[in-house]
């Protein structure tokens, strides 16, 4: 056990050398290694949120929202199927609770007809169901000429993956407007985007600039219809909204149900100023379809107002002058300039596919972070010196020989973490500390295996060799109970929590080789240096 | 050469499972009280499992005006609020009870901070919403629970099933004794709570698998010894140990306690707790059971459960 071929000294030393390299970066300020040679390494620990402040903000998708609108939209599908093809139907209906559409054919001469068009409408869902055949929605016959169109789970599941998918990116073009370092934007379960953006400083903005779905539509303001009428008689005519602008007190339009040109359009926003008037406002720019449409409009409906409308908010409703021939127009509607900013930057990201809300917030400031650390370096200093005390007054000089080892392994952790680039928190500092405890009770239970080898009368080689063997069972199987409750914290646990596993699994891991393997070699040059008679334990 | 200071010497011979009524009493109350506790003080939940929003702000005058926040907060009838000084007189934790919408809970915070406006650092806001808060609490309880059956089978798997049964036994005892801590002293119990208890768990049972493995080694070592004498050596034998490993990680730990700031007060201090308490139940719970549950001998011979009179006249 004592006796280490060239080979094992050399590896040993090798993974305590590259570990303290990897480390050092750590002690030195992130300017200092930038200008450092670019071989040397410099990964420093991510800090977590908790320690360098930022915002966690946790969005899910609204579910009912989404189907809502697949089902409208499968509506007029349904509608628009059944008119091409001249087939007369009555009762078409959706329903939410079933995540159906239903409609009834008229004549029963059209009904196999009908069936067979509207099946067309299921599609194969692609991805993991590709080749299962399954279907995005079952369409089955019911009594009395019925036809049902049923969204299946794939199919829902598929759309759900897609429509978190392009929150994802339309998330990540805005929060990249704030220009800070590092945004993290992640899809966590079925209908969720965790979004972590370090160093934030201005969350209710952040905040405000990601809930806002974005959905921009034009459309013509109801010249016939009296706002104010159909406010008091609350009677809405079938074709049209009542929207109410977005200042207060709110403003109701009466604005028709059609709309000319949708957001989807849009090239390029940008914020701006009036030529004439100076106030803020927002430019944008159609694509080759939106500009041919909104020219068409604009030249139909030249004296009559139309309105810009945001989220089922009107934003302006001026009127058509002369028709916009050039596919770019402006928005003013009393902006600040941060406002028509960050208007520019939700139309220039597009639309999110459904609405966005905050389910869970966790942000740190700045100032909070650095007194956490200045905590948490602190107590760490202070335990680790009690430790090391204590440690070398049990045991002399194996409590030296086991404190050169708890050094290394904090610094074998820190080499790893930099190295994995995982991330530091303050319960991962205090899992630090609980590494040290475990660390040395490694070699409490050696050194105590020696003692009691002492007292039964074996020669010092003898006995730290046995020592060594017979604790080893020991420590493994005490280490692996902690492992496993780690383990299960890790999978539990997010963000600080989290941190509190990894640095405490890593720690746990370095231990067995630096407590046992590191020390049993300092023991070994010791015993071939000094040749006791007695060990000093 | 410094050889060490023994502080416990190498020969101690304490009747630790000997005198076990006394300590059954002891362990009884220990798990018992706390549940009385839980039971009628209540445990003083945190948003992650009750939702709400809890903002920790900076005032920049030295000492916060308690009474001026607590009006301006209580003004905007947000339901139960709750306005604490935080560590220092400057510091001032505002709770807010949970919202009946995800909407609302984001409104408050922005009512919050709309009446209390640019004069203070918001050093820390969280909110968590009716939806994520039932889903922690799910985790959290799942988590423990897997944690004990991983537990119970490896020790199952490594020894026999006495060994963990009685371990389990201790970790159950360990558990209610540090939730009873946090019912008495009304800590928050949130999120790192569980991580408290989780990281105990696995402390507590590396403590208990060394005298397990003393007592098997025991075991196999002296036949004939009563099972109540083999047990008593074997904690004898490795309180050293078990002494020494407490001191230090307590040692470790203790400064952040003291020294470690608000945000991880209450974890240490569990922690801290959860040290002693996993001390104790190793000698004074996980070792006593073995005796009841009566561990097996190498042979195969089932000891017979627990006859302490025979033992007795045994040793006499």
């Known amino acids: 056990m004592l006796h280490f071929p060239q080979w094992k000294v050399i590896l040993v030393l090798g993974v305590v050398i590259g570990g303290i390299i990897f480390a050092l970066p750590n002690l030195f300020a992130r300017s200092t290694m930038e200008s450092m040679p670019a071989w040397l390494p410099h990964h420093q620990v991510n800090l977590g949120l908790d320690l360098q402040g930022g915002a966690h903000l946790l969005y899910q998708l609204d579910e009912n929202e989404m189907v809502e609108d697949w089902l409208n939209k499968l509506r007029d599908d349904v509608r628009e199927t059944l008119r091409k093809d001249r087939i007369s139907y009555t009762d078409l209906t959706q329903n939410l609770a079933d995540r159906s559409v239903s409609v009834r054919i008229r004549e029963g001469t059209d009904y196999d007809k009908a069936y067979d068009e509207l099946r067309k409408l299921s599609v194969p869902v692609g991805g993991t169901f590709a080749l299962s055949g399954v279907r995005n929605m079952d369409v089955s016959r019911s009594g009395d000429n019925g036809i049902v169109l049923k969204a299946t789970d794939a199919g829902l599941t598929q759309r759900m993956n897609s429509a978190i998918q392009a929150s994802i990116e339309t998330i990540r073009r805005r929060v990249d407007a704030f220009g800070t370092t590092e945004p993290s934007i992640q899809r966590q379960g079925r209908n969720r985007v965790l979004v972590q953006v370090p160093g934030i400083s201005d969350v209710e903005r952040l905040k405000k600039l990601i809930g806002e779905t974005g959905k921009l539509e034009f459309r013509l303001v109801d010249a016939g219809a009296s706002a104010q009428q159909v406010v008091e008689s609350k009677q809405v005519p079938i074709d049209d909204d009542l929207l109410y602008s977005k200042g207060t007190p709110p403003v109701p339009y009466v604005i028709k149900k059609q709309v000319l040109v949708s957001g989807e359009n849009l090239v390029d926003a940008q914020p701006g100023f009036d030529q004439r008037t100076g106030e803020p406002i927002v430019t944008f720019r159609f694509d080759a379809t939106g500009a041919k449409r909104f020219a068409r409009v604009t030249q139909e409906n030249v004296g009559l107002p139309f309105a810009i409308v945001l989220d089922g908010k009107v934003i302006s409703a001026p009127v058509i002058r002369e028709p916009i021939l050039g596919g770019s127009g402006q928005i003013s509607g009393s902006f600040t300039v941060p406002e028509a900013s960050d208007l520019a930057v939700t139309l220039r990201s597009g639309a999110l596919p459904a609405k966005l809300t905050v389910i869970e917030e966790r942000t740190v400031g700045a100032s909070l972070g650095a007194d956490s650390i200045a905590a948490g370096k602190k107590a760490t200093g202070l335990g680790l010196l009690l430790v090391v005390l204590f440690m070398f007054a049990a045991y002399g000089l194996f409590g030296l020989f086991a404190n050169i080892a708890l050094v290394i392994n904090i610094a074998l952790i820190f080499g790893v973490l930099s190295l994995i680039g995982s991330t530091l928190t303050l319960p991962g500092i205090a899992g630090i500390v609980l590494t040290m405890g475990i660390a040395v009770d490694a070699n409490v239970l050696i050194n105590e295996r020696i003692r009691e080898e002492m007292r039964a009368g074996k020669s010092p080689v003898a006995a730290i060799e046995a020592g060594y063997r017979r604790a080893m069972s020991t420590i493994i199987d005490s280490n692996v109970t902690t492992l496993i409750s780690t383990l299960v914290l890790f999978w539990l646990g997010s963000g600080p929590v989290r941190g509190f596993a990894v640095t405490l699994t890593i720690g746990i891991l370095a231990s067995m080789f630096t407590a046992v393997t590191v020390t049993r070699l300092m023991v070994s040059y010791w015993l071939r240096w000094t040749r006791p008679q007695l060990i000093p334990i | ?316």
């Open chain 2, 1 to 316: 050469m410094f050889r060490g200071i023994h502080f416990i010497p190498a020969d101690t011979k304490i009747g630790f499972v000997r005198l076990r009524t006394i300590s059954w009493v002891i362990s009884a109350l220990l798990t018992v009280v706390p549940l009385l506790l839980v039971w009628k003080v209540g445990l003083n939940f945190g948003i992650d499992f009750q939702g709400g929003t809890l903002m920790e702000i900076q005032t920049k005058e030295s000492v916060a005006d308690l009474a001026d926040i607590r009006a301006k907060v209580h003004g905007l009838n947000l339901g139960e609020v709750q306005v604490q000084e935080f560590g220092a007189p400057n510091d001032v934790l505002i709770r807010i009870a949970a919202q009946p919408t995800e909407k609302e809970q984001q409104d408050s915070i922005t009512k919050v901070k709309q009446v209390l406006g640019d004069q203070v650092d918001y050093r820390r806001v969280e909110v968590v919403g009716p939806t994520v808060s039932s889903e922690l609490i799910a985790g959290g309880t799942v988590a423990v629970v897997v944690a004990m059956i991983a537990i119970l089978i490896y020790i199952w798997f490594r020894f026999e099933w006495q060994f963990a049964v009685a371990a389990i036994a201790s970790l159950v005892h360990d558990v209610t004794g540090t939730i009873g801590l946090y019912s008495a002293l009304q800590l928050e119990f949130n999120l790192s709570s569980i991580a408290a208890l989780l990281t105990i768990i696995g402390y507590s049972l590396n403590d208990k698998v060394v005298i397990f493995d003393r007592v098997r080694e025991n075991l196999r070592k002296y036949r004939k010894m009563p099972l109540t004498e083999l047990l008593d050596l074997s904690i004898n034998e490795t309180l050293s140990r078990t002494v020494l490993t407490h001191v230090t990680t307590f040692l470790a730990m203790m400064p952040f306690v003291i020294v470690g700031g608000e945000a991880i007060h209450g974890f240490a201090l569990a922690m801290c707790w959860g040290i002693v308490i996993g001390a104790y139940s190793s000698i004074y719970v996980a070792a006593p059971l073995q005796l009841i549950l009566g561990v097996r001998r190498d042979g195969g011979m089932a000891a017979a459960p627990a006859k302490p009179k025979a033992q007795a006249r045994a040793r006499a």
